[in-house]
């Protein structure tokens, strides 16, 4: 599996897996949309899905269950982010995608081949998430078009 995205001025990207933070990301106040888990179901045909979360809440067993994806829970909240870190350069950061709004994804959105910052209306995004991110996005659904719809991604950062 893989997608391949020609971002003009930019780069190539060849991705075969997406990195997602789960709450405030994924899920506001802990809810995944319907509309959401459908776009997670078409990409996964083309990109290997990871939840990597500190699951705040406590759902993202049942959440990645419900989507059918791999799942990475971060066992303690000091050092979120050198752990994400970690999980992300064991899949390769050059072929992933991250998704992530928290201060503590600041690390992942930077290093990833592809950092795309959730700015939601749960919880927003951390001002060094944004400024780690290649791209910021008012929603899931909308950061998931962006390779479900490569024009969209295009549009954003060309040069």
Known sequence: MALTIEVPGWKTLELEHAFLDVNGTLAELGVVSDAAKEKLRELSGSLEIHLVTSDTRGLAKD??????????????????????????????????????????????????????????????????????????VRSIESGLDCLLEPIRLKSGLRR
């Open 63 to 136: 959440i990645a269950e419900d989507l059918g994806v791999r799942l990475t829970v971060i066992s303690t909240l000091e050092g979120a982010a050198e752990a994400k870190l970690a999980v992300l350069r064991e899949l390769g950061a050059e072929r992933t995608a991250v998704f992530g709004n928290g201060a503590n994804d600041a690390l992942v959105l930077e290093e990833a081949a592809l950092g795309i910052v959730i700015f939601g209306d749960a919880e927003g995004a951390a001002v060094t998430a944004l400024q780690a991110a290649d791209l910021a």
